[in-house]
């Protein structure tokens, strides 16, 4: 029996979070997992702007996913295709979001968020 006056602090996390993305309001970088099976770690020290609009690829592809996101940072852009990434913005706006990275279509339903495709360019020559 757990007699302590306080319950537990839980997180803003729960195991039925969204798979495509997370939150985290003390991180000092973006954990971008990008398509081509590489992890980058990107400074918000270093962020730039967000832009999120209607995928052009819709107007070839009516499958294409519905919204992109470009993050930008001094030294690369991610952009990320999906749909209900309003949600993603607002983090941003935060610096709360600790990670994104794409998921199985089938997670699409159960979340308002889900994310397609995630790439990353480099803005300036990596050493």
Do not use: H, W
């Amino acid at each position: 029996m757990n007699t302590n006056a306080n319950p537990p602090t839980a997180s803003g996390l729960s195991s039925r979070d969204n798979p495509c993305y997370g939150r985290d309001a003390t991180v000092a970088t973006l954990n971008v997992f990008a398509d081509d099976e590489r992890s980058y770690q990107l400074p918000y020290a270093q962020f730039l702007y967000a832009e999120r609009i209607p995928n052009p690829a819709l107007e070839k592809d009516a499958d294409a996913p519905p919204e992109r996101l470009l993050i930008a940072f001094a030294a690369a852009k991610v952009t990320v295709l999906g749909s209900g990434l309003g949600s993603l913005e607002r983090t941003i706006q935060k610096y709360e979001l600790k990670f994104v990275k794409s998921a199985d279509r089938r997670y699409a339903r159960a979340f308002n968020t889900d994310v397609a495709a995630v790439v990353i360019s480099y803005t300036k020559e990596v050493a």
